[in-house]
């Protein structure tokens, strides 16, 4: 069946994809952007967490996500066009927790060249900005049925808090915003549509083919599918010389109410990053808490090869292990007997890092393995690609002259190569969501 031809077709309308069209309709591109699901953010968005905080591994990871807080703190400023009701940005800060394997000597280092106000909290600080909580240090985290998980300890940790982190109040419609600007500077949606196939001629791609047998001719395709990004790859016949492989992991979080005094005046109470644990804390405005999991290394990690057969419900098994935790760690918290939260599938890349680059394919460019720690940086990941496209597709190799980008609003130049397919597998990442 033929179609109507567009410049760049992106699969998949999720808050990367979403970020994307976005940047290259702004660009002047003519842009069509497909999804199987019923609207924007309908994929692995809609249950993101959506904290926003600024410790990463790498100095590209930190200055990505602080360039990019500051598209979330200007938001209408940042889609430059009216479309209705605005996701929010909710600045509550962030304690990050010692732990000795992200300790404050790599990060702190990163924060100070990137300029990111921080402050270095004692065990005695900390019990004073966030009333009620416990202390204590009990690195490595256990099992809840483990004998020792309700031992005592003799030690205490301090943190690092950052009072620029927070969150933003619903990540779905931020993903709907973005597609509302991008189609108020031209670019098409077509949701319910399905990607079969990637044609391709001379080593460069050519069209997109479409469940219903139709196609779509195009020069550049950019694969946003999030947890799926591997399946459209392989149809694509891509990943030949990827040196970092993605898989989808399903992931819960919690819902429970916050202590009493977690965030004072209905106000949502500060995050914690808490790896001592293998927990993460997001309150919310009016009293609830998220409970996140950091991965630590006695729970096993629920891989699955079909993103599709995720079941949706929180499990009682996870669940009363997240929030047990949780309760150690705020003993005020009350544990539900009733499992509450999302399910989620992260597309976690093997060093939890992602991948925003070309591939082998001409015409063929990847924003995938976002690693459960992504939708904070979407502002910024859009303009990663319009960069990355345009360079490649005015003749010059990103794989050997890769593109520096320029902050707007912080001035910090991110090498893109540190997000590149062919990177060298290091350790420094934390092997964990915190990326
Ligand atoms: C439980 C959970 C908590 C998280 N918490 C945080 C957090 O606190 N902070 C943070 O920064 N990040 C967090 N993340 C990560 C963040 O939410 C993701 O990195 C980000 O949302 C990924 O967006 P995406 O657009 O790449 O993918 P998705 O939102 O999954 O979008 C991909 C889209 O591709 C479409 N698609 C797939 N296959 C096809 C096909 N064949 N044809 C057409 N369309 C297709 C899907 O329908 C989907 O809409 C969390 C993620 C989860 C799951």
Same mark, same amino acid.
């Given at each position: 069946?033929?179609?109507?031809? *567009? ?12 970020? &994307? ?12 952007? &497909? ?14 967490? @959506? ?11 930190? +200055?990505?996500? #602080?360039?990019?807080?500051?598209? #979330? ?35 702190? /280092? ?30 490595? $985290? ?7 998980? #309700? ?8 943190? &690092?808090?950052? $009072? ?10 931020? +993903? ?59 149809? @694509? ?16 979080? %919690?819902?429970? %109410? ?14 914690? %990053? ?8 997001? =309150? ?7 409970? =996140? ?17 995720? *079941?949706?419900?929180? *499990? *009682? ?9 949780? +309760? ?37 460019? &990847? +924003? ?10 979407? /502002? ?43 990177? $060298?597998? =290091?350790?420094?990442?934390? =092997?964990?969501?915190?990326?």
């Amino acid at each position: 069946m033929p179609g109507k031809r *567009t410049d760049v077709v992106v699969i998949g309308s999720g808050v990367i994809g979403a970020s &994307v069209a976005l940047e290259l309709a702004r660009r002047g591109r003519q842009v069509t952007v &497909v999804d199987k699901a019923g609207g924007a953010g309908h994929g692995s968005t809609s249950a993101s967490s @959506a904290v926003v905080r600024f410790n990463f591994s790498t100095a590209a990871g930190v +200055a990505t996500a #602080w360039e990019a807080h500051f598209g #979330w703190r200007s938001w209408a400023e940042h889609l430059g066009r009216e479309v209705g009701p605005l996701a929010r940005y909710v600045r509550c800060g962030m304690a990050m927790l010692d732990v000795d394997v992200a300790p404050r000597s790599v990060y702190l /280092p990163l924060f100070r060249n990137a300029g990111i106000p921080f402050e270095e909290w004692t065990s005695v600080d900390l019990s004073e900005r966030i009333p009620g909580i416990d202390v204590g240090r009990y690195w490595p $985290p256990k099992r809840i049925d483990d004998d020792e998980f #309700w031992a005592e300890t003799g030690t205490t940790l301090g943190a &690092v808090y950052t $009072p620029d982190a927070g969150y933003v109040n619903d990540p779905q419609l931020a +993903a709907q915003n973005l597609a509302a600007a991008a189609r108020a500077h031209g670019a098409e949606f077509r949701f319910h549509t399905s990607v079969r196939g990637i044609e391709r001629a001379h080593g460069r791609v050519t069209a997109v083919t479409l469940a219903d047998g139709s196609r779509i001719p195009c020069g550049v395709v950019v694969n946003a599918a999030g947890p799926w990004s591997t399946r459209i790859n392989e149809l @694509a016949s891509v990943g030949s010389d990827f040196t970092v492989g993605c898989r989808p992991l399903r992931q819960e979080v %919690a819902h429970v %109410a916050a202590p009493v005094g977690f965030g004072a005046d209905n106000r949502a109470g500060i995050c914690v %990053a808490d790896m001592d644990l293998g927990i993460y804390l997001r =309150g919310e405005a009016g009293g609830g808490l998220l409970v =996140g999991g950091t991965e630590p290394e006695c729970d096993p990690l629920q891989w699955v090869d079909d993103p599709d057969a995720v *079941t949706a419900h929180p *499990t *009682t098994a996870v669940f009363e292990a997240q929030v047990t935790r949780a +309760a150690r760690r705020l003993p005020a918290l009350e544990i539900p007997n009733r499992a509450r939260g999302v399910v989620g599938v992260y597309d976690v890349a093997d060093d939890w890092t992602p991948i925003y680059d070309r591939t082998e394919l001409n015409g063929f460019y &990847v +924003a995938m393995g976002t690693s459960g720690n992504q939708f904070k940086n979407a /502002p910024v990941v859009g303009k990663f690609l319009a960069a990355i496209i345009e360079q490649t597709e005015n003749g010059v190799d990103h794989d050997e002259r890769p593109v520096r980008f320029v902050g707007e609003h912080t001035g910090l130049a991110i090498d893109l190569s540190a997000f590149s397919r062919k990177r $060298p597998r =290091g350790t420094a990442n934390s =092997g964990t969501v915190l990326g």
